[in-house]
């Protein structure tokens, strides 16, 4: 007795702690994600969304079972008692089972399938969203006459009630059928009648009179389809689609609904052959109102006249997407592109800022450099490196700036938990180096380097460490009993404890079971160096915090890393995006509206994520503010400087460049012709030739005295390699988002990026040069061309970088400069310019001299000798050079270092 009340003692508790432990397990992602969400100040996102998913579930459940049980209820009510004759179905023998076990089954498979017709709801809580708190656009489609807002935030919700309740009732109604059928219970006496007894007849014609009228709405939803249908002359409705396709859509709508009310006249009147006509008009106008007709009047009606007849749906085609893609504010204005051989000293003395900021050092190639040079321990690593603006103690320069972020894989034999976990935890520093500047040997001049970080352009780093990147997205637990690793130092290291905001708290037996189910990793719960105020951090990549926090965002690729007052952040771009825009021609299949809205601040230590509105006319995040209010802040409330270093995204330029390219002929007659398509131009890299990518200059625009940052792009027409116009896009404030378009000369020829490397290929002395270095150990890679505006001219650069067999380290060697009709390959790119336009005036600034006293008389024959030496020197270092004989090269340099220092 006493055992058995223990036993029961043991169960009551037992069962409770059990199913605590079956809940964690089944909600541990939703409990992570809120505590995580919470620690950033962000759990109104997770309630927001979490809430109306629940919402969306429960009253789509609500309605399935409303529809489905009351089926399933009576079939098994009928199930029962009938009898399926030789088929499979009598061997159930179902007059031996219980009539309620029988409708329990029923009932349980049309919950089974009212669960998962709901699910198709709790996924699309986003698309209620927009459904719910729609905005309008202040834009009318010309087709329907909606605002644009419609079609963006109405539409597909109540595309996807109808398209989930169609695809409900047929599958009941057909399930109906089926088993009617094979109990004997249904049978067709003749095309006109059916033989069932009136109750079945009756469940049959109710179900099939909802999905009627079910279909009935969706020919009327859609007509709006018309909108974004591509097998016309363009991008949505034409002439076909209007005036073939819209009317057979409603007499299909109409046809369906009368087949709707037919079928509920069942319930009166023996009328089956009212639908089956019904029924075979609907096939009939179908199969040749959708299929054959419009095929007919495409080939004889329209392509004999197919402007004139497609005229109007082009100019809305070209209208809708240049609106989506924000292409009608953009400025379209002329360039003369002078010669630029006629351009002289004084112009380019005039922009010397913009030519100073030539970016030579390509990033595809300065990665391995900065690898080689400056990751300094295993456990570091540079991912990528960007391109930004600093104000220095040396001026306005634009930077190559990559973070040192910690390894993903650690260094042999120390790849422990401990290590992993617990010890190494951040990565540390960054690397920036002038874009056009180099330092000795060939490298990029590195001016901020090393471990602490050292700067010599008045560009402190107060806060070095890097616990949040792009890369390394391995949990991290902090403020332990193990000291953190925070900079090697010598022979010794420096060690510290995270000091950060973010992280969840990890200190008590909860936490840590919770995370240790959660990452499956038992070690959490057993190590003895986890404190009461230790934290665990996690979701540490910037774009999966973000995206976590702004599921309804679009990321750019790639954030960058801008130092600021001290400290480090990363700047990840965002987009509002839809696939709803009417008339607007998609971008690679994936969305056809598209506004680069919010910018996105990290901090790289403490991991805060910041959301600021760079677009606040945007009727999609004007939605997503009202939704969650205390999310988005101005763009003006950005801490320190970050203002001055966002940057005009290079996805958004891409889209908008590549519908742009074809969407400025806004002429019908141009556009159905094609005659003027434009393209990206071409360029050489690595020996193939591969399309150029848009690129940060620092330069003056037009008529502008100040220097702007911006993002630009040659065009060439399609097919030709020409230049036809140039695209720059706005980085800094106040102009931020300007898109100017400046088109060249037809009338004569402006060279393009791929003609200007094949006159570089052309010219004998570059390419003996070139081969004389492939042929010796060496290899020779041309980094990027850069097409440079200056004033109202160009000049072309590419740098020319050589590595050595053996040697993963780019040497910027030479740099080639042209301004189409004359190129030079000198050392730097001053050389090149001057052997282009000829030997810069020295400016001596005049002084004072005291006429009274002598200056002291200088030895002619030591100079003379000196000088010798000197040139001899530097020829055999030259010679050293062409030869690959690195070492050479560098006790010769040395030995002129020291004669010049005597």
């Not at 100017?740 to 390419?767: C, F, H, M, N, W």
Request: charged share 20%.
């Amino acid at each position: 007795m006493n055992k058995s009340l223990g036993s029961s003692k043991l169960f009551r508790v037992l069962i409770p702690i059990l199913l605590i432990v079956v809940l964690i397990g089944v909600f541990s992602d939703w409990i992570i994600e809120w505590m995580w969400l919470d620690n950033l100040g962000y759990d109104q996102v997770f309630w927001t969304i979490k809430i109306t998913q629940a919402l969306l579930l429960i009253s789509s459940l609500g309605v399935a079972l409303m529809y489905v049980l009351p089926n399933m209820g009576k079939l098994g009510k009928k199930f029962s008692t009938m009898h399926f004759g030789q088929s499979p179905l009598a061997q159930l023998k179902l007059h031996e089972i219980d009539a309620k076990k029988i409708k329990t089954v029923f009932y349980g498979a049309g919950a089974a399938i009212s669960v998962f017709f709901s699910l198709a709801f709790f996924m699309r809580w986003d698309t209620y969203f927009r459904f719910h708190w729609s905005e309008m656009f202040g834009q009318i489609d010309p087709i329907f006459g909606h605002d644009i807002g419609f079609y963006i935030f109405r539409l597909p919700f109540l595309e996807l009630v109808q398209n989930s309740l169609t695809s409900l009732v047929f599958f009941i109604t057909v399930g109906i059928i089926i088993l009617y059928i094979y109990s004997g219970a249904l049978s067709l006496q003749s095309i006109r009648s059916l033989s069932a007894s009136k109750d079945v007849k009756k469940h049959i014609f109710i179900n099939l009179g909802i999905w009627f009228l079910l279909l009935s709405w969706g020919y009327y939803l859609e007509r709006y389809n018309l909108l974004y249908n591509s097998t016309g002359a363009v991008f949505g409705a034409s002439y076909v689609d209007i005036n073939i396709q819209l009317p057979v859509i409603w007499l299909l709508c109409g046809l369906t609904f009368l087949m709707g009310l037919f079928s509920f006249f069942q319930l009166y009147k023996d009328q089956f052959k009212w639908i089956i006509y019904a029924a075979a008009a609907t096939i009939l106008i179908g199969v040749i109102g959708n299929g054959l007709l419009p095929g007919m009047v495409q080939q004889f009606v329209v392509q004999p006249s197919e402007l004139q007849l497609e005229e109007p749906y082009i100019e809305h085609s070209i209208d809708q997407t240049r609106k989506a893609y924000a292409l009608d504010k953009m400025e379209t204005q002329p360039y003369s592109a002078q010669p630029s051989e006629e351009m002289g000293w004084p112009t380019i003395e005039r922009n010397e800022e913009t030519v100073e900021n030539i970016r030579l050092w390509d990033p595809r190639l300065l990665i391995q450099t900065y690898r080689q040079l400056q990751e300094i321990r295993l456990y570091y690593q540079f991912y990528n490196v960007d391109v930004d603006r600093y104000q220095t103690n040396e001026g306005y320069l634009q930077m190559m700036v990559a973070a040192r972020e910690l390894s993903e894989e650690m260094p042999e034999g120390s790849d422990t938990w401990v290590n992993r976990r617990l010890q190494y935890t951040h990565g540390y520093g960054l690397v920036m180096s002038p874009v056009a500047q180099e330092g000795s040997q060939g490298d990029p001049r590195l001016a901020i380097k090393d471990i602490p970080p050292v700067s010599d352009i008045g560009l402190e780093v107060n806060q070095p460490a890097i616990y949040y990147g792009e890369h390394n997205d391995d949990y991290k637990i902090v403020n332990t009993n193990i000291r953190e690793l925070d900079y090697p130092q010598g022979d010794q290291n420096v060690y510290t404890n995270y000091q950060g905001s973010s992280g969840v708290p990890i200190g008590n037996i909860f936490s840590r079971l919770l995370f240790a189910w959660n990452f499956g990793d038992i070690n959490i719960l057993l190590t003895d160096y986890i404190k009461d105020d230790s934290k665990i951090i996690f979701w540490k990549r910037i774009q999966d915090r973000v995206r976590k926090i702004a599921p309804f965002l679009r990321m750019e690729d790639d954030p960058y890393m801008v130092l600021d007052e001290g400290k480090l952040y990363w700047i990840q771009d965002a987009y509002t995006t839809s696939a709803n825009f009417p008339y607007s021609e998609p971008f690679n299949n994936s969305f056809n509206y598209i506004r680069n809205s919010v910018k996105v601040v990290v901090d790289a230590y403490n991991g805060s994520v910041d959301f600021y509105v760079s677009d606040d006319n945007d009727p999609i995040l004007n939605m997503y503010e009202d939704i969650f209010p205390n999310m988005f802040q101005p763009i003006d409330n950005m801490p320190g400087t970050l203002k001055q270093h966002v940057r005009y995204p290079i996805y958004y330029f891409k889209a908008q460049l590549d519908k742009y390219n074809k969407y400025h002929m806004t002429d019908p007659q141009v556009f159905y012709n094609n005659e003027d398509l434009w393209t990206r131009p071409n360029e050489k890299y690595g020996g193939q030739s591969i399309k150029m990518e848009p690129y940060y200059v620092l330069t003056k625009l037009p008529d502008q005295e100040e220097l702007q940052y911006l993002l630009i792009s040659p065009l060439t027409p399609n097919n030709r390699d020409n230049m036809i116009g140039w695209m720059a896009a706005n980085s800094d404030y106040p102009n931020y988002g300007e898109v100017s378009v400046y088109q060249l000369p037809k009338d004569r020829l402006i060279l393009g990026p791929a003609q200007i490397e094949a006159r570089i290929d052309q010219d004998t002395e570059i390419s003996r040069q070139l081969a004389l270095w492939d042929q010796r150990g060496s290899r020779v890679i041309r980094g990027n061309l850069m097409v440079i505006p200056i004033e109202d001219s160009f000049i072309y650069v590419e740098p020319v970088f050589l590595i050595a067999e053996g040697v993963d380290i780019p040497q910027l060697q030479r740099v080639i400069a042209t301004t189409g009709e004359k190129i030079a390959m000198q050392p730097t790119l001053w050389q090149s310019i001057e052997a282009l336009y000829g030997k810069r005036d020295q400016r001596i600034a005049t002084a004072e001299i005291d006429t009274t006293t002598a200056l002291p008389e200088q030895p002619t024959s030591n100079r003379t000798q000196d000088y010798s030496q000197l040139q001899n020197l530097w020829n055999e270092a030259q010679e050293a050079l062409q030869n690959g004989n690195w070492e050479e090269f560098g006790r010769k340099m040395k030995e002129i270092e020291d004669q010049i220092n005597q």
